[in-house]
């Protein structure tokens, strides 16, 4: 994703061109349903969070402030989006009666409890529960790939504060992900 080319379409977009709004969506697309997939891993989660990343994008395309790149502002959103779907889907999960058993599995609860990233997303509410400013750090950072640097830009944070707050999250998810036999995250975890 490339801030260059993606810049003007955004200028072009935000002064109310439908044509510029649809095909920075467009180039947007495969990256959010990328970087959902990230977080979700049955593939209708990831979808309907990047097409709620999409919808957010298009409408708080007055919000991005230039203050790191357009790219990593939609990692944020589209980051942010998809842990919600996240939390919907195991909030919907939790509410359904534990006592009745369904005739035919439903995928998209069984998305929510099963998967090898769901762990992960465990680990992150757990972390937003004892060091929630950390949390936005370390998805910048590992989940969402983006430089130390940008990362600091986007959160406001001094770069030596980010650096800190990504060490104490990584060793607090790798405490909480030790169990998990099966877990392939992010390097750097």
């Known amino acids: 994703m490339d801030d260059q080319e993606l810049l003007p379409l955004v200028e072009r977009a935000r002064a109310g061109d439908p044509d510029a709004l649809d095909d920075l969506l467009r180039r947007l697309r495969p990256?959010?349903?990328?970087?959902?997939?990230a977080f979700l891993p049955y593939a209708h989660d990831a979808e309907e969070a990047?097409?709620?990343?999409l919808l957010l994008v298009a409408q708080k395309l007055d919000t991005y402030?230039?203050?790191?790149?357009?790219?990593?502002?939609?990692?944020?959103?589209?980051?942010?989006?998809?842990r919600q779907v996240y939390r919907s889907?195991?909030?919907?999960?939790?509410?359904?009666?534990?006592?009745?058993?369904?005739?035919?599995v439903d995928p998209r609860t069984t998305s929510v409890i099963a998967g090898t990233r769901i762990d992960l997303l465990e680990a992150l509410e757990q972390l937003e529960?004892?060091?929630?400013?950390?949390?936005e750090a370390f998805v910048?950072?590992?989940?969402?790939?983006?430089?130390?640097?940008?990362?600091?830009?986007l959160t406001g944070a001094p770069l030596g504060?980010?650096?800190?707050r990504?060490?104490?999250?990584?060793?607090?998810?790798?405490?909480k992900l030790r169990d998990v036999d099966n877990f392939s995250g992010p390097a750097g975890i």
């Open 31 to 37: 990256h959010v349903v990328r970087r959902c997939a």
């Open 50 to 53: 990047a097409q709620e990343a």
């Open 65 to 82: 402030s230039g203050r790191g790149s357009f790219g990593g502002w939609v990692t944020v959103v589209t980051s942010n989006t998809a």
């Open 89 to 104: 889907l195991r909030r919907r999960f939790d509410e359904q009666s534990r006592d009745v058993l369904p005739d035919a």
């Open 129 to 135: 529960r004892t060091h929630p400013a950390a949390v």
């Open 140 to 153: 910048l950072r590992d989940l969402g790939t983006l430089p130390y640097e940008e990362v600091a830009a």
């Open 161 to 164: 504060t980010v650096k800190a």
């Open 166 to 175: 990504i060490h104490a999250a990584r060793r607090e998810v790798r405490e």
